[in-house]
């Protein structure tokens, strides 16, 4: 018998509506990790069926470690500005920028393979999923230039 407390639970962790939690702890039979692989590889697919549409709105998000020596600017790309303007949607640009900062990738493609430096058990186009899964919008890094002194 899967528990509210189990739902909130995996709602907690990873954002994703309360339906779908339920659906994925009922599948994975009352299993809270095996639930979090199901609702990953869902949004991989989510996210593979949203990656032909056009991504006509973003934000431009930038960051300046403070050491003052190393800064970013990112372009990323949305569907509408609804998600543009969302909490989820800023975050992520946040921590695409940190990961920038830190790992210095030299274009889109060597940033998505990268390990998420926050957890190395997830890529950055992981990350980048998870959210296309959540907001339910195709979101693409546009560009970005890391500077260094």
Not at 46 to 72: F, S, T
Request: hydrophobic fraction near 35%; glycine fraction near 4%; charged fraction near 30%.
């Amino acid at each position: 018998m899967i528990t509210i407390d189990q739902i909130k639970k995996l709602r907690e962790e990873t954002n994703i509506s309360i339906s779908e939690c339920k659906k994925a702890l009922e599948e994975a039979r009352g299993n809270f990790e095996k639930a979090k692989e199901i609702l990953i590889k869902q949004g991989k697919k989510i996210a593979e069926k949203k990656v032909k549409r056009e991504v006509g709105c973003g934000i431009i998000d930038c960051y300046v470690h403070p050491n003052k020596k190393v800064g970013v600017m990112l372009e990323l790309r949305s569907e509408t500005d609804f998600v543009a303007k969302s909490n989820n949607f800023c975050n992520l640009a946040h921590e695409i920028c940190l990961q920038i900062a830190a790992m210095n990738p030299e274009e889109n493609s060597s940033l998505m393979s990268q390990p998420w430096i926050k957890d190395e058990s997830k890529t950055i186009q992981d990350l980048i999923n998870e959210q296309i899964a959540k907001l339910g919008e195709n979101i693409t890094v546009k560009r970005f230039i890391r500077f260094e002194l």
